[in-house]
């Protein structure tokens, strides 16, 4: 296996959601991921330019597919890149034992390295967080890892300690992050700890304002959002990466207004409850590809914040044609 290092995290790196056929949205649904749709919306966004992959996060659904799902998603992913840009695939579990089973399945398909959230029945502390990390990096030397540093998903942030004690281990070559507008002064702490060891991922709509303070550091962003067709999103980074300033504020600025209607009452905690759910009714409104159901348990959601995700899809439909993406992935 190669192993990718900091340097190689650069662009936009796009995560992907995992489409489902009709009827997953059943408790005794079976082998509900389309595997058509999976490979039309990968190459899609392969040959339209984005630069990494990761699969199976929170709207990805990762908490809610079987194993046998997960592993027929992420080889059809890998089958379809072929090798174009690195595929990270999501191998988070309950637990430690689980997440080395699973990541090693998903390195003989072929995956180039692991999105790795932590357990969270029970919130981790400092020490079992970096134990956790360490393990998977013992088991798995030769594939990188990139960490998912969501709080509410998780049950906590990743402190700025734990982040140092990160960046030793070489197999971290980057964190999905939230970036200065939701993390403020608590990202640039994180960006100190890692000490340009670890590749600080802000989301899109923030990546200007935090490029633009640390233009060396932050040349990369993660987006969801590109599977509502990425061309925003790769014109910001063309911007960003050039430090056009000018341009990438106006287009980080069209991004926050078609993402706006997401967050129910401008909230984002309000959001992440429902997460799956808004995600997967902006999808559906932007028809760049066909989303299908949401799996159980996460089915019902109230229906305002459902019309917020449509009209976000729909604005982000608008984008993404104004930017010169085509219609749809099909």
């Known amino acids: 296996m190669t192993r990718y290092s900091v340097d190689d995290?650069?662009?936009?790196?796009?995560?992907?959601?995992t489409p489902a056929l009709p009827g997953s949205d059943r408790w005794d649904a079976a082998d509900t991921v389309d595997l058509a749709e999976t490979e039309r919306l990968?190459?899609?966004?392969?040959e339209a330019g984005v630069d990494v992959i990761l699969?199976?996060?929170?709207?990805?659904?990762?908490?809610?597919l079987t194993l046998d799902e997960v592993l027929a998603f992420n080889d059809t992913v890998v089958r379809t890149v072929r090798g174009r840009v690195p595929v990270f695939a999501g191998a988070t579990t309950l637990n430690t034992r689980d997440t080395i089973g699973r990541a090693r399945r998903l390195a003989g398909l072929g995956a180039d390295g692991l999105f790795l959230g932590r357990p969270m029945w029970v919130a981790l502390d400092d020490t079992q967080i970096v134990e956790y990390h360490r393990a998977v990096a013992e088991a798995l030397p030769g594939l990188s890892?990139?960490?998912y540093d969501n709080p509410s998903a998780f049950k906590g942030k990743i402190s700025p300690g734990v982040y140092t004690q990160l960046a030793r281990i070489p197999q971290i070559v980057a964190a999905k992050h939230m970036g200065l507008g939701l993390m403020g002064e608590r990202f640039v702490t994180d960006l100190e700890a890692v000490e340009g060891r670890i590749r600080l991922l802000p989301i899109a709509e923030d990546?200007?304002?935090?490029?633009?303070?640390?233009?060396?550091?932050?040349?990369?962003?993660?987006?969801?959002?590109?599977?509502?067709?990425p061309a925003p999103v790769?014109?910001?980074?063309?911007?960003?990466?050039t430090r056009d300033w000018d341009e990438a504020t106006r287009i980080q600025a069209d991004i926050a207004h078609a993402l706006g209607p997401l967050f129910p009452d401008g909230s984002f905690e309000e959001f992440s409850k429902y997460n799956i759910q808004i995600d997967r009714a902006e999808f559906e409104a932007s028809g760049y590809f066909t989303p299908g159901p949401v799996?159980?348990?996460?089915?019902?959601?109230?229906e305002s914040h459902l019309e917020g995700g449509r009209e976000a899809g729909r604005r982000w439909a608008d984008l993404h044609r104004r930017y010169g993406g085509a219609d749809s992935a099909a």
Do not use: K, M
């Open 9 to 17: 995290i650069r662009g936009v790196v796009a995560i992907l959601p």
């Open 42 to 46: 990968t190459n899609a966004l392969v």
């Open 55 to 64: 699969t199976n996060g929170t709207f990805g659904e990762g908490a809610s």
């Open 145 to 147: 890892q990139v960490a």
């Open 207 to 229: 990546w200007a304002t935090t490029a633009h303070r640390f233009p060396d550091e932050i040349v990369a962003c993660w987006s969801g959002d590109v599977a509502c067709g």
């Open 234 to 241: 790769l014109r910001l980074r063309d911007a960003v990466l």
């Open 295 to 302: 799996r159980p348990p996460y089915t019902s959601c109230p």
